[in-house]
């Protein structure tokens, strides 16, 4: 047994010491043919660094040899060493026999720098050479679908999968294609494309996509199903739980969607978006406390959770706590791009808190975003009125109008403002 070998099997059961000093004979002792597959394999199980040392001494000695240059540039990749990188790729011309080879790792590069037109070319280029090469098109069709361009991903997939290929570095082509129809909003066909993978076949990741496709699809009681099998299995996986609960609301089973979320909760206490959707449905149980507490923790976790703010001020509105509402938006309420119903919910606060210039303001601010919503107008109509703010009580009441032309109260109301010159 070669001592590489004997480093694999030290390295593979867990003693890394013994793994290291073996790791040194094989260095001085093994011949290259056996040190080049001893790089695979210690790549392979993340033992990067000493890959990238094996392959940097095999290049001294073979300089020409550009497999271990694109090697190298695929460590250094990883290893967030993009000049060194850049510097191995570039020397691999295009007449190498690795040229292929370095131009699906420059697109790998590229990505990871966001460089994503830079990568598209690379990969391809790559295509261009070798037309029906499985890799190649495998990386097309995975570029693709992170850029969210389903259309061309989809064509990539179809291709590989037209071929018999259904797998490829431990992706289901199958489910990857069902997800990128998902992706175009095309639910039934992305479902027919999910039904035909066996249930063995299934990953935690496959289950929670078809899951979401039947919500999207309006199917609640099989996007349940599949949802608890996966919950069943994997109830850390964080990101069903959202879902779940969603399709259990969906089917008209409000505790159950409750409890769901405050099952997620115990498994990511951090999630502000999961604290939001607990108060919502709180608030629907009528819960009201419990619907503040979660309130209170999402803003506490990210003070800029306009939902979150929202939401709190919302209730506290409906619960007529108008000074917690004025000193929960107080901080927001200068912020530019602001969400325009804390203008409206800081309005009615100072209003019935008798601040009646602040409350004009809030108006004033909040009628610009509201001009199509009659509620608003109609009570933005009766406060300008109050207050006296002629010009604004009749710009007010004709946006109302048009949204309400038959308020018999309100069309004298401006015939009066009319006939005296507004």
């Given at each position: 047994m070669s001592y590489s070998e004997q480093v694999l099997?030290?390295?593979?059961?867990?003693?890394?010491?013994?793994?290291?000093?073996?790791?040194?004979w094989a260095l001085r002792k093994d011949d290259d043919d056996t040190l080049n597959s001893l790089a695979e394999e210690l790549y392979g199980l993340g033992f990067d660094g000493k890959a990238k040392r094996i392959y940097e001494n095999l290049l001294k000695?073979?300089?020409?040899?550009?497999?271990?240059?694109?090697?190298?540039a695929d460590i250094e990749i990883g290893q967030g060493n993009t000049n060194d990188a850049l510097q191995q790729l570039s020397q691999v011309k295009p007449d190498s026999d690795a040229y292929l080879q370095s131009l699906l790792v420059s697109a790998d590069l590229y990505q990871t720098e966001e460089l994503y037109e830079v990568s598209e070319q690379k990969l391809l280029e790559a295509e261009k050479i070798a037309p029906d090469e499985q890799v190649i098109l495998f990386a097309l069709a995975e570029f693709y679908n992170m850029m969210q361009n389903y259309k061309k991903a989809t064509a990539y997939y179809l291709t590989l999968i037209k071929r018999g290929i259904l797998n490829l570095s431990s992706v289901n082509l199958v489910a990857r294609l069902a997800t990128a129809y998902a992706g175009m909003g095309k639910f039934e066909t992305s479902m027919a494309y999910f039904e035909q993978i066996k249930d063995s076949d299934k990953t935690p990741d496959i289950l929670f996509q078809q899951?979401?496709?039947?919500?999207?699809?309006?199917?609640?009681?099989?996007?349940?199903?599949?949802?608890?099998?996966?919950?069943?299995?994997?109830q850390d996986y964080v990101s069903l739980y959202p879902v779940l609960a969603e399709a259990q609301e969906n089917n008209g089973d409000l505790d159950a969607a409750y409890k769901t979320i405050q099952e997620g909760l115990s498994y990511d206490e951090y999630n502000e978006d999961l604290f939001v959707q607990a108060a919502r449905l709180a608030t629907q149980l009528q819960k009201f406390d419990e619907a503040e507490h979660y309130l209170k923790k999402a803003i506490k976790i990210n003070p800029e959770q306009m939902h979150a703010v929202v939401e709190l001020s919302n209730l506290y509105i409906q619960q007529q706590r108008y000074q917690d509402n004025k000193d929960l938006l107080q901080p927001y309420i200068q912020e530019n791009d602001l969400d325009p119903q804390i203008y409206w919910n800081t309005a009615v606060s100072e209003e019935h808190l008798e601040n009646f210039k602040e409350a004009q303001t809030a108006y004033q601010n909040a009628f610009p975003f509201f001009t199509n919503n009659a509620d608003f107008l109609h009570a933005a109509v009766y406060f300008f009125r109050q207050v006296g703010s002629d010009d604004w009580t009749v710009k007010a009441l004709k946006a109302y109008l048009k949204l309400v032309p038959d308020d018999q109260e309100f069309n004298l109301m401006l015939e009066d403002y009319e006939e005296n010159g507004f």
């Open positions: 099997k030290k390295f593979e059961s867990g003693d890394i010491k013994e793994g290291n000093r073996l790791y040194g000695k073979y300089p020409d040899e550009d497999t271990l240059r694109v090697n190298i899951g979401f496709v039947y919500l999207q699809l309006k199917n609640y009681s099989s996007a349940i199903d599949m949802l608890m099998q996966l919950r069943d299995t994997n």
